[in-house]
Protein backbone atom coordinates (compact mmCIF):
# COMPACT_ATOMS: atom_id res chain seq x y z
CA UNK A 1 0.00 0.00 0.00
CA UNK A 2 1.34 3.23 -0.82
CA UNK A 3 1.84 6.42 1.67
CA UNK A 4 -0.51 8.15 0.43
CA UNK A 5 -3.50 5.52 1.11
CA UNK A 6 -6.13 7.38 3.42
CA UNK A 7 -5.88 4.03 5.77
CA UNK A 8 -3.24 2.01 7.25
CA UNK A 9 -3.99 -1.39 7.69
CA UNK A 10 -1.26 -3.40 9.02
CA UNK A 11 -2.47 -7.24 8.92
CA UNK A 12 -5.36 -9.21 8.37
CA UNK A 13 -6.17 -9.54 11.92
CA UNK A 14 -5.31 -5.72 13.02
CA UNK A 15 -8.74 -3.60 13.12
CA UNK A 16 -7.00 -0.25 14.27
CA UNK A 17 -8.49 2.47 12.33
CA UNK A 18 -5.45 4.87 11.46
CA UNK A 19 -6.46 8.08 9.14
CA UNK A 20 -4.08 9.58 6.69
CA UNK A 21 -4.36 12.65 4.79
CA UNK A 22 -5.68 11.39 1.30
CA UNK A 23 -3.58 13.37 -1.37
CA UNK A 24 -4.25 10.89 -4.13
CA UNK A 25 -7.94 11.02 -3.95
CA UNK A 26 -8.07 7.45 -5.71
CA UNK A 27 -11.46 6.52 -4.45
CA UNK A 28 -12.19 3.75 -6.92
CA UNK A 29 -8.61 2.03 -5.98
CA UNK A 30 -9.27 2.57 -1.69
CA UNK A 31 -13.17 1.06 -3.03
CA UNK A 32 -11.49 -1.86 -4.51
CA UNK A 33 -9.46 -2.45 -1.74
CA UNK A 34 -11.98 -1.47 1.11
CA UNK A 35 -14.35 -4.36 -0.52
CA UNK A 36 -11.73 -7.22 1.39
CA UNK A 37 -11.60 -5.49 4.91
CA UNK A 38 -14.29 -4.18 7.09
CA UNK A 39 -11.30 -2.18 8.82
CA UNK A 40 -10.27 -0.54 5.65
CA UNK A 41 -14.12 -0.22 4.79
CA UNK A 42 -14.94 1.87 7.67
CA UNK A 43 -11.75 4.21 7.19
CA UNK A 44 -12.48 4.94 3.53
CA UNK A 45 -15.71 5.56 5.27
CA UNK A 46 -14.34 8.05 7.92
CA UNK A 47 -12.11 9.84 5.02
CA UNK A 48 -15.24 9.58 2.90
CA UNK A 49 -18.04 10.64 4.47
CA UNK A 50 -17.49 11.79 7.91
CA UNK A 51 -13.98 14.20 7.02
CA UNK A 52 -16.07 16.90 7.02
CA UNK A 53 -17.47 16.42 10.66
CA UNK A 54 -16.00 18.02 13.58
CA UNK A 55 -13.37 16.76 15.38
CA UNK A 56 -15.36 15.81 18.25
CA UNK A 57 -17.80 13.83 15.71
CA UNK A 58 -15.20 12.17 13.68
CA UNK A 59 -13.85 10.52 16.93
CA UNK A 60 -17.13 9.83 18.39
CA UNK A 61 -17.87 8.19 14.50
CA UNK A 62 -13.75 6.28 14.88
CA UNK A 63 -14.65 5.19 18.74
CA UNK A 64 -18.15 3.53 17.54
CA UNK A 65 -16.34 1.89 14.33
CA UNK A 66 -13.40 0.43 16.17
CA UNK A 67 -15.73 -0.83 19.32
CA UNK A 68 -18.07 -3.20 16.17
CA UNK A 69 -14.49 -3.87 14.59
CA UNK A 70 -13.59 -5.49 18.14
CA UNK A 71 -16.28 -6.95 18.33
CA UNK A 72 -16.33 -8.96 14.79
CA UNK A 73 -12.82 -9.34 15.39
CA UNK A 74 -13.38 -11.59 18.30
CA UNK A 75 -16.49 -13.33 17.20
CA UNK A 76 -14.85 -14.53 13.08
CA UNK A 77 -10.95 -13.68 14.03
CA UNK A 78 -11.14 -11.87 10.61
CA UNK A 79 -12.71 -8.93 9.30
CA UNK A 80 -13.68 -9.93 6.29
CA UNK A 81 -17.53 -8.36 5.04
CA UNK A 82 -18.12 -11.18 3.51
CA UNK A 83 -19.55 -12.47 7.25
CA UNK A 84 -21.15 -9.94 8.24
CA UNK A 85 -25.28 -10.03 8.75
CA UNK A 86 -27.92 -8.29 10.00
CA UNK A 87 -27.44 -11.18 13.24
CA UNK A 88 -24.08 -10.01 14.48
CA UNK A 89 -25.15 -5.89 14.20
CA UNK A 90 -27.95 -6.69 16.02
CA UNK A 91 -25.67 -9.22 18.89
CA UNK A 92 -23.23 -6.01 18.76
CA UNK A 93 -25.68 -3.67 19.67
CA UNK A 94 -27.19 -5.97 22.51
CA UNK A 95 -23.80 -6.11 23.65
CA UNK A 96 -23.38 -2.45 24.13
CA UNK A 97 -26.79 -2.24 25.88
CA UNK A 98 -25.39 -5.07 28.08
CA UNK A 99 -22.13 -3.07 28.82
CA UNK A 100 -24.29 -0.25 29.15
CA UNK A 101 -23.24 1.88 26.25
CA UNK A 102 -24.96 4.99 26.63
CA UNK A 103 -28.38 5.11 24.55
CA UNK A 104 -27.58 7.70 22.32
CA UNK A 105 -24.66 6.20 20.51
CA UNK A 106 -27.33 3.47 19.79
CA UNK A 107 -28.51 2.89 16.30
CA UNK A 108 -31.96 0.66 16.35
CA UNK A 109 -32.14 -1.93 13.66
Request: hydrophobic share 40%; no cysteine; net charge neutral.
Amino acid sequence: MSDTAPFNHTSDTDTSIILKKNPSHNVLAHMAQAKNSLTQLATFYLVTEAAGHSHSTLDAKRRDLQRFLSFYQNLYKHDWPEEWFVSVTKAFLKALQRDGLAQASLVVV
